[in-house]
């Protein structure tokens, strides 16, 4: 057997993306440490492996980039990707001109990738063996003995049996979740949604689905293509990602209450529902049936998880072992980026003899509300998928809020700062926990809206970045700001508080009439109130400003209404 020690620092069990990217984390951050990663696949990822996860978003980008030193690879060998962009309901599909188009325009000033997984996976293993990491392929983990200084691991390598010794065990084998299990912390989520996914050898350019120079001239030639586009209408949206193997993945996800997984879930299934659903991508992708790759199902992959780490017996889990919610803003490497933060600054403090059992609470803790307070995002969403104006506006809040504050407070290492977490999180009043409510309100605001909400729009053109507070946060993702993080927080949730006022204002104006310059606390307005300004009593009111609301008008599609 190819090894050098059968007592380790770290054994790190399943070697996909997450426990890959964590051997190299804790691997920079301590070069001797004795570290295995013991996967299950034999030998080397397939390039253009059958992997989800190809499409990553500005906080997993950052930390592929610039925590692990992976820029220089990334520009190399994987595409850049022009952001998430988003085509909605038309009644007239066929035409891919008539669809509210929601996307970035111009070349995003913070990066991120299309990576594919195979060639990334197999890039990570060799620099990760470069610097002495031990990976062992054909090695499946079977059980482990939890002890008092060092914990002894069972895995079958070529089919026999080995029982090796680490202080740490880090669990990264996704939805086999061996931690998971073993402890008896499986949670499920209450978000069912089914997705099926293939690749195609060869490429969908979206650009060149019109002849129409209007809409061709929207954008630079070329930044179509390399988006992550999603094709949405009630009740699903349907993938088309480009890959550097010159590949294309294509997924469909969908509620199963609006579409039954029965209706798409084999590879002839699927085009035929895209031939109801999405006649145009149907048509381009039936004449390249015989380039397909590969396809494979996925049925009520959402999961939570009730535990994250362990301080005491000193284990972790990370990626898809933990929780999985929904790929829609492709979060799963945001996740991953934050749950081996946490874990790799964990064991590091415990192998330099820090006492890591509260810092230990503290992260679970940190992780497991991140997980809830995403869920709303995605939680019965699937409904509104149908309405653009909705989706328009739900997508910008979205995106507004985890500009804002979670990718703020990756990139300026917050997740492990205590007083950090201790100033946003720790009282009812503070930033972190309001934040959390008025999200909740914002999620509730939109389904409130959908009964009301009827019109179908078409032909227009969004950019996310006409939005000076859009492009206000996204400039200042990667910016630090040392002790004022904390400040600028605060601040970002009183823009978000306006934000949300000033929506809210909208859209009782649309469907109640109420005046424009209706005075709203956005932490508890109310849709369904009734048609008197039900907040006119508040204590809170969040005071209007000229700018913001230019912003929620450039997202407006109804006729604009004069302030009183
Ligand atoms: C439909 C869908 C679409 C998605 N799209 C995106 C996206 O666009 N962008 C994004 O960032 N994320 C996306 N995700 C999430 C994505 O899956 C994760 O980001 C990422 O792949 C998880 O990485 P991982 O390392 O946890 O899992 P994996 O990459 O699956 O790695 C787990 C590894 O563990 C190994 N293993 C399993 N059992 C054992 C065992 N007993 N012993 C040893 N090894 C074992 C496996 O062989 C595998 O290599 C998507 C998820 C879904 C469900």
């Given at each position: 057997?190819?090894?050098?020690?059968?007592?380790?620092?770290?054994?790190?069990?399943?070697?996909?993306?997450?426990?890959?990217?964590?051997?190299?984390?804790?691997?920079?951050?301590?070069?001797?440490?004795?570290?295995?990663?013991?996967?299950?696949?034999?030998?080397?990822?397939?390039?253009?492996?059958?992997?989800?996860?190809e499409s990553?978003?500005?906080?997993?980008?950052?930390?592929?980039?610039?925590?692990?030193?992976?820029?220089?690879?990334?520009?190399?060998?994987?595409?850049?990707?022009?952001?998430l962009r988003f085509f909605f309901k038309s009644n007239t599909k066929e035409d891919i001109t008539s669809r509210v188009e929601l996307g970035?325009?111009?070349?995003?000033?913070?990066?991120?990738?299309?990576?594919?997984?195979?060639?990334?996976?197999?890039?990570?293993?060799?620099?990760?063996?470069?610097?002495?990491?031990?990976?062992?392929?054909?090695?499946?983990?079977?059980?482990?003995?939890?002890?008092?200084?060092?914990?002894?691991?069972?895995?079958?390598?070529?089919?026999?049996?080995?029982?090796?010794?680490?202080?740490?065990?880090?669990?990264?084998?996704?939805?086999?979740?061996?931690?998971?299990?073993?402890?008896?912390?499986?949670?499920?989520?209450?978000?069912?949604v089914n997705a099926v996914w293939w690749r195609l050898k060869g490429v969908i350019d979206i650009d060149q689905w019109s002849e129409d120079e209007g809409w061709k001239h929207y954008l630079?030639s070329g930044l179509r293509y390399l988006s992550t586009v999603h094709f949405l209408d009630k009740g699903y949206w349907v993938w088309v990602i480009p890959l550097?193997?010159?590949n294309t993945s294509i997924g469909i996800v969908a509620d199963p209450d609006i579409h039954p997984f029965e209706t798409f879930d084999t590879y002839e299934k699927s085009l035929n529902w895209l031939k109801t659903n999405e006649p145009l991508l149907y048509e381009k992708l039936s004449a390249e049936s015989e380039n397909k790759l590969d396809f494979k199902i996925l049925?009520?992959?959402?999961?939570?998880?009730?535990?994250?780490?362990?301080?005491?017996?000193?284990?972790?889990?990370?990626?898809?072992?933990?929780?999985?919610?929904?790929p829609f803003?492709?979060?799963?490497?945001?996740?991953?980026?934050?749950?081996?933060?946490?874990?790799?600054?964990?064991?590091?403090?415990?192998?330099?003899?820090?006492?890591?059992?509260?810092?230990?609470?503290?992260?679970?803790?940190?992780?497991?509300?991140?997980?809830?307070?995403?869920?709303?995002?995605?939680?019965?969403k699937y409904q509104l998928m149908g309405s653009s104006q909705i989706m328009v506006?739900?997508i910008?809040?979205?995106?507004?809020?985890?500009?804002?504050?979670?990718?703020?407070?990756?990139?300026?290492?917050?997740?492990?700062?205590?007083?950090?977490?201790?100033?946003?999180?720790?009282?009812?009043?503070?930033?972190?926990?309001?934040?959390?409510?008025?999200?909740?309100?914002?999620?509730?605001?939109?389904?409130?809206?959908?009964?009301?909400e009827k019109q179908v729009f078409s032909n227009r053109y969004i950019?996310?970045?006409?939005?000076?507070?859009?492009?206000?946060?996204?400039?200042?993702?990667?910016?630090?700001?040392?002790?004022?993080?904390?400040?600028?927080?605060?601040?970002?949730?009183?823009?978000?508080?306006?934000?949300?006022?000033?929506?809210?204002?909208?859209?009782?104006?649309?469907?109640?009439?109420?005046?424009?310059?209706?005075?709203?606390?956005?932490?508890?307005?109310?849709?369904?109130?009734?048609?008197?300004?039900?907040?006119?009593?508040?204590?809170?009111?969040?005071?209007?400003?000229?700018?913001?609301?230019?912003?929620?008008?450039?997202?407006?599609f109804?006729?604009?209404?004069?302030?009183?």
């Amino acid at each position: 057997m190819n090894s050098t020690h059968t007592k380790y620092d770290v054994i790190i069990t399943g070697g996909g993306l997450a426990g890959l990217t964590l051997a190299l984390q804790l691997k920079q951050g301590h070069p001797d440490l004795r570290l295995l990663v013991l996967e299950r696949r034999k030998g080397e990822a397939p390039i253009a492996a059958h992997k989800v996860g190809e499409s990553t978003v500005e906080l997993g980008s950052y930390y592929l980039r610039e925590v692990l030193g992976l820029k220089a690879y990334l520009e190399e060998f994987e595409l850049p990707k022009h952001g998430l962009r988003f085509f909605f309901k038309s009644n007239t599909k066929e035409d891919i001109t008539s669809r509210v188009e929601l996307g970035p325009r111009k070349w995003l000033p913070t990066p991120s990738h299309q990576v594919d997984r195979g060639t990334l996976e197999n890039h990570l293993i060799q620099l990760i063996q470069s610097l002495g990491v031990e990976f062992l392929a054909d090695a499946a983990v079977r059980d482990v003995e939890f002890g008092k200084d060092y914990h002894t691991l069972t895995f079958t390598q070529n089919k026999e049996e080995q029982k090796w010794q680490c202080r740490w065990i880090a669990d990264a084998t996704s939805r086999f979740s061996f931690l998971k299990r073993k402890l008896g912390f499986q949670k499920s989520m209450d978000h069912a949604v089914n997705a099926v996914w293939w690749r195609l050898k060869g490429v969908i350019d979206i650009d060149q689905w019109s002849e129409d120079e209007g809409w061709k001239h929207y954008l630079t030639s070329g930044l179509r293509y390399l988006s992550t586009v999603h094709f949405l209408d009630k009740g699903y949206w349907v993938w088309v990602i480009p890959l550097g193997t010159k590949n294309t993945s294509i997924g469909i996800v969908a509620d199963p209450d609006i579409h039954p997984f029965e209706t798409f879930d084999t590879y002839e299934k699927s085009l035929n529902w895209l031939k109801t659903n999405e006649p145009l991508l149907y048509e381009k992708l039936s004449a390249e049936s015989e380039n397909k790759l590969d396809f494979k199902i996925l049925k009520h992959f959402a999961h939570d998880s009730a535990r994250a780490y362990d301080g005491t017996d000193r284990w972790g889990v990370t990626g898809e072992a933990g929780a999985f919610l929904d790929p829609f803003y492709s979060p799963g490497t945001d996740l991953i980026s934050i749950s081996n933060t946490l874990l790799s600054d964990l064991i590091l403090r415990d192998l330099k003899g820090e006492d890591v059992q509260l810092r230990a609470e503290i992260y679970e803790q940190t992780y497991l509300s991140l997980v809830k307070a995403w869920i709303p995002i995605y939680q019965n969403k699937y409904q509104l998928m149908g309405s653009s104006q909705i989706m328009v506006i739900k997508i910008m809040w979205d995106w507004a809020i985890y500009w804002a504050i979670p990718c703020l407070l990756f990139t300026n290492k917050g997740f492990t700062d205590l007083r950090v977490l201790q100033k946003l999180f720790s009282s009812k009043d503070s930033v972190g926990q309001k934040f959390g409510r008025l999200h909740e309100q914002m999620q509730k605001l939109f389904l409130d809206w959908l009964p009301l909400e009827k019109q179908v729009f078409s032909n227009r053109y969004i950019d996310p970045f006409d939005l000076e507070l859009m492009r206000d946060f996204q400039l200042t993702i990667e910016e630090q700001f040392g002790d004022s993080l904390t400040d600028k927080v605060t601040k970002n949730l009183a823009i978000l508080e306006k934000l949300a006022a000033e929506i809210f204002r909208h859209v009782s104006s649309e469907v109640h009439h109420t005046s424009p310059d209706l005075k709203v606390n956005p932490y508890t307005m109310d849709l369904n109130a009734s048609e008197e300004n039900p907040t006119e009593e508040d204590t809170f009111i969040a005071e209007r400003e000229a700018a913001i609301t230019k912003d929620v008008d450039t997202m407006w599609f109804y006729p604009k209404k004069e302030m009183a």
